[in-house]
């Protein structure tokens, strides 16, 4: 893997080259306050022109202008006409796209695979998909056939490995691509449902890298991790974790340690700290490399004061109302990336 790092217009852009990642990405051009595409020389593939352009997915990105979406190739060539609602990321050669209200797929010659009859739809992955009419849900394949009918309360993928799960009277039902129902089992779906301040950190069905992150009522509501045979791995002891990727796991022990990463024997490999945090929606360690948000915290504390003197002095009429603002509005925070040994190797604060 080659790792490189750019500064267009002011733009610090860092790619990892890998088989499977192009080596194209979207930025912000400030000439023109528009998305553009540049290669890893830092050349402008497109200069500033799209509204909106998605990750580079099976060679084509998703562009929008004026609230309608369309398809390029990493050259920058249009594929698909600006003209539709919305468009998906391409997966396994079809998009979901959205036209006069309704869902169906085309694919990247803007050929109509599924015509436009659903109210909703997701990506394909593994040959199936989601789709929705009304309030229900069901199943299809890439031939637009319906594998599971359009009786279920929800339907959605889970993690990387992209199971497909659908939901009916408080039980969930793991997919799979020739439509089989398996229903979950040794799980109080219904209980843990009913938590709604802790439901996303305390129920996950999905098995990264062979272990999965569950939490069970009789662990006080703390996260732990168990294999495919609902066996016990890395007791139940963290407030919140994340899948495993290349190995490493996300947790919070408790808010006072801070941010740590651990093994799949539960061993710490970077000790917790308080300074960072874990972006929700990333994916973790990728390619040897983690993104957080990393906090400047005695800067932070000291802003609380300046921010207290601040309401006290706009009260008294010492400072006008933009100066309040400023200084109330002040951040203190950075993206950073880190490597497996805890060593900070970019900042967007340098």
Same mark, same amino acid.
């Not at 490597?339 to 340098?350: A, H, L, T, Y």
């Given at each position: 893997m080659k790792k490189i790092i750019l500064k267009v217009s002011g733009i610090l852009i860092m790619f990892f080259i890998s088989s499977n990642l192009l080596a194209q990405t979207a930025v912000y051009d400030r000439l023109n306050g528009k998305m553009g595409v540049v290669n890893v020389k830092g050349e402008f593939i497109i200069k500033g022109k799209y509204d909106i352009i998605s990750v580079f997915f099976d060679n084509v990105a998703v562009v929008s202008e004026n609230e309608k979406y369309g398809l390029i190739d990493s050259n920058g060539k249009l594929l698909i006409p600006i003209e539709?609602?919305?468009i998906d990321e391409s997966h396994e050669g079809?998009?979901?796209a959205k036209k006069n209200g309704q869902y169906g797929f085309i694919d990247k010659n803007n050929k109509i695979v599924v015509p436009f009859i659903y109210d909703g739809a997701g990506s394909f992955h593994n040959g199936i998909t989601w789709i929705q009419n009304g309030e229900v849900y069901g199943v299809i394949n890439k031939k637009g056939e319906e594998i599971i009918s359009t009786i279920y309360e929800d339907a959605f993928f889970l993690t990387e490995n992209r199971i497909l799960f659908a939901k009916k009277g408080g039980?969930?039902?793991?997919?799979?691509?020739?439509?089989?129902?398996?229903?979950i089992k040794d799980t109080d779906w219904r209980q843990l449902e009913k938590d709604e301040s802790t439901k996303d950190n305390l129920f996950? !069905?999905?098995w990264e890298e062979g272990l999965d992150v569950n939490a069970r009522p009789f662990s006080g509501h703390k996260v732990g991790y168990e294999n495919k045979n609902r066996e016990i791995i890395i007791p139940a002891k963290f407030n919140m974790g994340f899948a495993f990727h290349d190995e490493i796991a996300v947790v919070y022990e408790n808010e006072n340690i801070g941010l740590g990463f651990i093994n799949k024997r539960g061993e710490y490999i970077i000790k917790p700290n308080v300074e960072w945090k874990f972006i929700e929606g990333d994916m973790g360690f990728v390619n040897g490399l983690c993104k957080i948000l990393k906090i400047d915290i005695k800067k932070t504390n000291e802003h609380e004061k300046n921010k207290q003197k601040a309401r006290e002095d706009y009260k008294n009429k010492l400072i006008n109302q933009m100066e309040f603002y400023k200084i109330m509005e002040q951040k203190f925070t950075?993206?950073?990336y880190i490597?497996?040994?805890?060593?900070?190797? !970019?900042?967007?604060?340098?």
């Open positions: 539709y609602d919305f079809l998009l979901a039980k969930l039902y793991k997919i799979d691509s020739t439509g089989v129902l398996n229903s996950a !069905f999905f950075s993206y950073a490597d497996r040994e805890g060593k900070v190797v !970019f900042d967007s604060s340098n």
